[in-house]
């Protein structure tokens, strides 16, 4: 095994990223899209087990087919701090969203073996496979196996082809991917910011205070399908109409209310549309989300009051499915003190700021205290093609989980 060269870490973390992010370990010849479960998903597992390997640790997949890598402390079966992300992507992803986080993981466990250190705790790295949500109607299903907050129910599935996510796992044995709350001491996640804010600030790295509460909709409008050159416009019940009323309904309700609301419609569907129909049927997603669920959960109830007004007037049937509902999640207040010692010592400003995206991390709060570290990257822009960041912030945010991970080992010292 070639000893990895710990000062480089950095930059072959973020190399990584963009080695990831082309077949075959993308679904897609256009860009990235990888989902979980995909052909690109275990190829890219493949690898990723690999650099898990070459770093030094011992590698496993759970039930829920997240991929594990565990490098022991001075007593063996020791608890463990988990390193994580996701390896999975939405679909024309940028490279780093996700697996940043997982080759950062790895870079910090490749420099403790490099210098043979045992720590008082384990160190594990989580390659969670379906935080994004972008195959089957669900999100976050793997890291909440292993938070033991997955209801069965989320795995009965199917993605847009009619994979059944049960044609593809035992579901039977999924909740199995459980980890007990004695087995982990703490959670970090390295993460994009995917926002303006620190590049604003002219700053690497931030320091997470929380992730942002959500709520997640299916929209079903049945109307009455006809046809286009023959039907007065006094006589449709337009489906596609509806929606779009109802989009601008959304953003109207989320651009009156505080600047951390949002709402989006990211997909919309017209089975069967045609340039000559009047469309029948539509559906659409609703993503609503605040730093305070209390006015994310206002918000969502004056939209979806809305959307009930609008389908009267226009005589729409009306379906209204709750596919999740995260609440916020603050980072814990010890590790982020951990974060902004470390932040000071690797020589940067420690800066916090909350997170509107969201982030296994939020999952795991349920099982352990979590903490997360925010790089820069260009422009803020994420969840695109686009995405950017530089190898030296990534060696900034390597130096500061280094620390990190030091200074929780002195706190975890026996007295
Ligand atoms: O939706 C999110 O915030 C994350 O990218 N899954
Ligand atoms: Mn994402
Ligand atoms: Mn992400």
Redesign the pocket.
Known sequence: MVALDPRRGGARAVARCEALAVPPYSDSAEGLTRTYLSPAYHAAQEQVAAWMAEAGMSVRRDAAANLIGRYEGREAGAAALVIGSHIDS?RGAGAY??PLGITLGIEAVAALAASGTRLPFAVEVYAFGD??GSRFPAAMLTSRAVAGTLDPVALDVRDREGVALGDLLDLAAYPSARRAAGEIIAYLEAHIE?GPVLEAEGLALGTVTGIAAQLRFEIGLSGTAGHAGTTAMGLRRDAIAGMAEMVLAAEAVATAGPPDLVATVGVVEVPSGAANVIAGRSRFTLDVRAGDATVRDKAADEILRRFRTIAGRRDLGLSVRQVHDLPASPCDEALMDLLDAATAEAGHRPFRLVSG?GHDAMIMAALCPTAMLFLRCKGGV??NPAEHVEPADAEAALAVMSAFIRHLGAKCEPA
């Open positions: 939405v969203d996700g935080e994004e995917q995206a994420s969840h």
